[in-house]
């Protein structure tokens, strides 16, 4: 039998030899995940031996991935924001750039409006929620998404954040009417899916075959989204209300557009780690409130 780390070095060589980037990280979640440990608990026992069952997982696990399987769909974990988040083939792998959206909100409402009442629309996993949720404690949420099964991952990661009591999920679609009994809101939140319809299929692999194509397809032009939010939901806003929208690369111009022509008041972008512009924002009108 090999040890933990013995186990640990051979799947992190064979992830090197097919050229996955992040073969260290992704072997220790394997084995991990094989073992039924935590990341830090695996390090503290490297020393251990493992069990020829273990050994039998971390090889399944290996297969799969070099099948081209997202390493979170095979631990069925990620983390967003410093948060643990489960997730499934029915929800998309929370990005890096999302936290860029995140920081925006808190941007816009600590020493604004701590107490303010969030919607997450297209919510998903429920990442921007929980994100949302634990950085603005005195914060009231709600999660929408038209996945039932979306919906179901949304719940699990908001009870595991300890965030049930403060957010309510409900099934809608983004594209049509809200429901009647929703509420009003400060801030709206979404990532939407924004990716052409004929692009899905130049997206990696991994993206493209494994992630849920619902949550991707935007639509002919990827703006299908924008558009039904704008026109549907833009009216739960209060005033000097603000809507932050995630956009693709190459799209802020456009959606910005988009939120002035809807009657925003004023509107702004704010770029990703790369440059990119990442989020759009629009504020709606109040005379007491401004960027």
């Known amino acids: 039998m090999k040890t933990y780390n013995e186990l640990y ?6 992830l090197r030899q097919y050229g996955v980037e ?28 493992t069990t020829p069952g273990i050994e039998a997982k971390v090889t399944d696990y290996l297969a799969r991935r070099l099948r081209g399987e997202p390493v979170a769909y095979i631990t069925g974990a990620w983390e967003f924001y410093g948060l643990p988040m489960t997730v499934t083939p029915d929800v998309l792998i929370p990005r890096m750039d999302t936290e860029i959206l995140v920081d925006a909100a808190k941007e816009i409402l600590v020493g604004r409006k701590m107490d303010a009442r969030i919607l997450d629309l297209c ?8 994100a949302l949720g634990h ?30 009591s403060r957010c309510i999920t409900l099934q809608a679609d983004a594209t049509a009417a809200p429901p009647l009994s929703i509420g009003s809101f400060d801030l709206i939140v979404s990532n939407p899916p924004y990716i ?6 130049e997206l990696e692999s991994s993206v493209r075959d494994y992630e849920p194509i619902w949550a991707l397809d935007g639509g002919k032009d990827g703006l299908r989204f924008y558009k039904g939010i704008l026109k ?23 959606v910005k557009e988009m939120v002035l022509a809807a009657g925003f008041a004023a509107a702004d ?7 990119i512009e990442r989020v759009v924002i629009g504020q709606m009108y109040d005379l007491d409130k401004s960027f």
């Open 269 to 275: 972008t704010r770029k990703d780690t790369q440059g």
């Open 22 to 49: 992040g073969c260290n990280l992704e072997a220790r979640l394997l084995v991990a995940q094989a073992a039924g440990k935590s990341t830090a608990d695996l390090l503290r026992d490297m020393n251990l031996y």
């Open 232 to 254: 549907y939901w833009k009216s739960l806003l209060r005033p000097g209300g603000f809507i932050l929208f995630e956009v693709g690369e190459d799209q802020a111009e456009v």
């Open 196 to 201: 052409a319809s004929d692009e899905i299929i």
């Open 9 to 14: 070095l051979s799947a992190r060589n064979v």
């Open 123 to 130: 919510c998903g996993s429920g990442c921007i929620a929980c």
């Open 135 to 164: 950085e603005l404690p005195a914060s009231k949420l709600v999660a929408v998404d038209i996945s039932a099964s979306a919906l179901e991952v949304c719940r699990k990661n908001l009870a595991a954040n300890r965030l049930s």
